[in-house]
C-alpha cells in the first residue's frame, strides 16, 4: 500500500493520560483514497505533515466516519511520542496536508512500546536511592 496524502481540516487534538488524540475532517462528500482508507482503521500508521516543521509520527488509525458533508480520521497517538505531537499543536484549526502511511508495527508493538516507556519513566532518576537502599 502507499502513501496517502490528503487535504485535511486537523479539527482536534485532546489530551489523555495515555494518549493523544487527533482528529481531522475531509471536507467533502468524495473521499478521495476512500477504498485504501477504509482498510486502515484498527492498524498502525504514520502521519506526516506536508511541508510542515513536524517529524513524523506513529498512530493507531482509530476510526473513520463518514456524513454527507465530511470524514472524520481519528487517531491515537501515545503519550510518550509528547516531543514529536507537541509540535502538531500549532496546525490545529487548520487546513494541511497530511500524508498518512501504513505501518509494518502491529497494535501490540504500539502499546507494548508505550508500556516500556512508562515503567521508564517511573524508575528511579540517576543518582536517586531506592527504597531498599534506604532501608539498609
Known amino acids: 500500500m502507499t502513501n496517502i496524502q490528503l487535504n485535511v481540516l486537523f479539527k482536534k487534538m485532546q489530551k489523555d493520560d495515555k494518549k493523544e488524540v487527533l482528529m481531522f475532517h475531509v471536507q467533502s462528500d468524495e ?3 476512500a477504498d485504501e482508507l477504509l482498510k486502515l482503521p484498527g492498524s498502525i500508521t504514520v502521519l506526516e505533515i506536508v511541508d510542515g516543521d513536524v517529524e513524523k509520527v506513529a498512530a493507531e488509525f482509530a476510526n473513520i466516519q463518514r456524513d454527507n458533508k465530511k470524514t472524520v480520521l481519528k487517531f491515537n497517538v501515545n503519550a510518550d511520542s509528547k ?3 507537541d509540535k502538531f499543536y500549532p496546525y ?3 487546513n494541511i496536508d497530511l500524508i498518512i502511511q501504513p505501518s ?3 497494535i501490540e508493538e504500539f502499546y507494548e512500546k508505550s508500556d516500556e516507556t512508562e515503567d521508564e ?3 528511579a532518576a540517576e543518582g536517586q536511592m531506592s527504597l531498599e537502599e534506604v532501608s539498609q
Open 31 to 33: 473521499l478521495p483514497h
Open 121 to 123: 519513566k517511573e524508575g
Open 104 to 106: 509494518q508495527m502491529t
Open 92 to 94: 490545529a484549526g487548520r
Open 83 to 85: 516531543g514529536k505531537i
